[in-house]
């Protein structure tokens, strides 16, 4: 984001400021997208699918972009120009709020939340700019038609927020509304209120950028959590799955951090401590659920839960943090197919 001086915004309304650039090149269109930060690690195929869903918009200096609760159904790259993000249309009565040039994107966080806009967009010079979707396209109709390519498209806009979030938690307080809800969305897991797996992708890049700060992986997976499933539902395999993501949660006090890997595997991240130090946990979770009362759950029947663990190091079981979870995951099911209820490790790299 580039800081200039502050710009004084024309009273102009909407519908005669807009210009829109029929016969959009595509090819085009998808290098520009590729050269931002939130497009830049998209496929090809997801670039096109962007590209075709999009148009491009040109904007006279001092042209409303968007005002405040209008729909936030679009997000915005500028292909040349600046952008101004200000909480009033007029600069003397109101404040400067971002300011954004050629390259670089804006609008994502209230496409992704649905939320309205809160403050007005203004083009300070002559701006051209890459909407997506199209004004005659709808965002859920775009992924809905291609749910593989948008999945990957979401997943890596919701990616590049949490990397946004991070980069200015410093200025903006966690305490406000609208941070609290988008950590929520993109970092919480709904059922069992752990951190999700996206978190820990976001978490393992950091580690990646800084490989003297080495962690402990520690994973568990329940060892009869089908036999729940299908003896006593869904509703109490879900209820059995939150009583242990508590039980984790609780083990796992500041710096670790407790998250729901996928179904009913747990994971956590233990900085700066070795397998000793994971062991021990394992031990004193497995004695945990070993004495966990699910009767609550099972309608009244009597289920002894137990669960497997794995351990991996990093750096020192596996050079690369990918190929760490891969392996650390693989042991939870070999725990389990020489019986469960242990604590696997893995081994250094011969």
């Known amino acids: 984001m580039t800081s200039v001086l502050p710009y004084r915004a024309t009273h102009c309304r909407l519908e005669e400021t807009l210009s829109r650039t029929t016969g959009t090149n595509t090819g085009k269109t998808a290098r520009l997208l590729r ?6 690690s998209l496929s090809r195929n997801e670039l ?7 148009e491009v918009v040109d904007f006279g200096a001092g042209s409303v972009v ?33 300011r954004f040039i050629a390259g670089e994107g804006f609008g994502e966080l209230d496409l992704l939340t649905h939320a309205a806009r809160s403050a007005y967009a203004i083009a300070a010079t002559d701006s051209r700019v890459v909407r997506f979707p199209a004004h005659d396209r709808d965002f859920e109709q775009v992924l ?4 593989e390519t948008s999945a990957q498209i979401l997943f890596k806009l919701l990616g590049n927020v949490a990397g946004r979030l991070r980069s200015t938690n410093k200025l903006i307080s966690d305490n406000t509304p609208w941070v609290r809800e988008l950590r929520r969305q ?49 509703e109490a395999g879900d209820a059995t799955l939150k009583r242990l993501a508590t039980i984790f949660g609780r083990a796992m006090k500041d710096p670790r ?16 401590q070795d397998a000793g130090a994971a062991t021990t946990v394992a ?13 609550d759950c099972t309608g009244g029947a009597a289920v002894s839960v137990t ?41 250094e790299p011969s």
């Open 144 to 147: 809905h038609g291609n749910p």
């Open 35 to 40: 050269s931002t930060d939130l497009f830049a």
């Open 283 to 295: 031990r004193d979770l497995g004695d945990s659920v070993r004495a966990m009362d699910i009767t």
């Open 257 to 272: 951090v407790a998250i729901r890997y996928r179904g009913n595997e747990l994971a956590a991240l233990l900085p700066g």
């Open 186 to 234: 993109v970092f919480f897991d709904k059922l069992t209120g752990l951190y999700n797996a996206a978190f820990l992708k976001e978490q393992l890049a950091s580690y990646r950028k800084n490989p003297q700060n080495g962690f402990t992986l520690l994973m568990m997976k329940p060892d009869n959590f089908k036999e729940i499933n299908d003896s006593y539902g869904h």
């Open 307 to 347: 669960a497997s663990f794995a351990i991996g190091c990093y750096p020192e079981h596996r050079a690369r943090t990918d190929d760490l979870v891969t392996d650390t995951h693989a042991l939870l099911f070999e725990a389990r197919a020489a019986g469960g209820d242990r604590i696997l490790q893995l081994e």
């Open 48 to 54: 096109t699918l962007v590209s075709e869903a999009s």
């Open 66 to 98: 968007f005002e405040p609760g209008s729909s936030g159904s679009h997000l915005y790259v500028i292909e040349s120009g600046e952008i101004v993000i200000r909480s009033e249309l007029d600069a003397e009565s109101g404040r400067e709020l971002a």
